[in-house]
């Protein structure tokens, strides 16, 4: 059976998204992103690795290029070891630069 057609949505219903409140998950989110980005800063041997860090609800998103897989595995451990870390995704991307393997090193199965 079709589902029926849709008329929109009912009156008084925004349009628009509404913005944040501005509260406390907002500035804990964003306090806890600034926290892992020093303990990564201070954590990791070699400067210049791209990471980018998003948090929401205490779950830690890393994005970017680390330049070895053992930086990749070394940044998710100092993350998850930050106090109030709920959960980490490792979203960060390994660029070696070699030409034999087009420059993407493999990532390593966790141990």
């Known amino acids: 059976m079709p589902f029926p057609p849709f008329d929109g949505f009912p009156e008084g219903t925004p349009s628009v998204p509404r913005p944040l409140p501005a509260g406390e998950p907002v500035h804990a989110d964003r ?51 930050t106090p109030d870390v709920f959960d980490v995704c490792n979203r960060l991307a390994c660029w070696d630069g070699e030409p034999d393997n087009g420059g993407w090193a493999d990532v390593i199965a966790e141990p």
């Open 31 to 81: 306090d806890l992103a600034l926290r892992v980005a020093d303990r990564l800063r201070a954590g990791l041997p070699q400067p210049g690795q791209r990471i980018v860090i998003e948090v929401q609800n205490r779950v830690v998103v890393l994005e970017g290029l680390v330049t070895d897989v053992h930086l990749r595995r070394l940044a998710h451990d100092l993350t998850w070891r």
